[in-house]
């Protein structure tokens, strides 16, 4: 993991993530970009400014961001670098990291929406339509090491031809101990899967891992359970083509998928795992 991109707009979510995301850079020595996408103010565009003038305030954007990430390089020590989108953020991500080697994205939240559903703004839609990984960093944690990860996985999306390769490189670039997590809602099931564990041992393969099974009808809450009982630091999920993002917004109660952890989330592109 040699590039982390973390996106800012000098909001207070985004200015921890900053910070979270050149620790974490600092920790398994990677570089870090700073992004950011410069909007027109609305009397601008509504006005009959210069092009000259659009193009020296576009500048001026660039100049502050580019002396942000020099102000944080030294601060942490990190070899840092800048760049600028234009149009709606996720989408210049989504070119960005198509055109660029990057491979993490940093993003910011609201602390108060740190319950992983769906809320509309810029950090869930990345996760909605991202094909990159991004880690969502809650604006009120700070950095202080990632030496407990939980994989919070099922069945229903991996098969014999699936990879884990980005998640195997963050764990051994944070020299991490990892658990894989399996929620059980149906009681009548052995909570142990032999069909997972074959299926992660083999994507895994070298790297050391252990299971956890949580029996619980509500999948958020049983991944809760299971991020208390290990002490972990850090939850990766993986939402699949279906059923993920259905699940925390439709059907019943029983059936959404609300997690409510502090804890900074990992999302992996289905894309880069089947």
Known sequence: MKTILVATDYSAPAENAVEFAAQLAKTIGAELTLFNVYKMNIHASNSFSSLAHIEKMKKQNADELSAHAIKIGDKYGVQTSSATGEIDTVESLKQYTKSHPVDLVVMGIESNLTEYKLFGN???????????????????????????????????????????????EFVKACQADLEVLHVVTD??????????????NTMLNDLQHHFRYVSNSKIGEGIETGLEDFGANLLVMVPHKMGFFESMTKGSQTSKMTVRTRLPLLVIPNTSIC
Do not use: W
């Not at 809650?138 to 390769?165: Q, V």
């Not at 009681?187 to 899967?193: D, L, V, Y």
């Open 122 to 168: 810029t950090t869930t839609e990345a996760i909605k339509l991202m094909q990159f990984p991004l880690l969502v960093v809650p604006n009120d944690i700070k950095f202080e090491g990632i030496k407990k990860i939980t994989y919070a996985c099922e069945t229903s999306y991996l098969n014999e031809n699936c990879r884990l390769d980005v998640l195997k």
């Open 187 to 200: 009681h009548s099931e052995n909570p142990k899967n032999e069909v997972l564990e074959e299926l992660i």
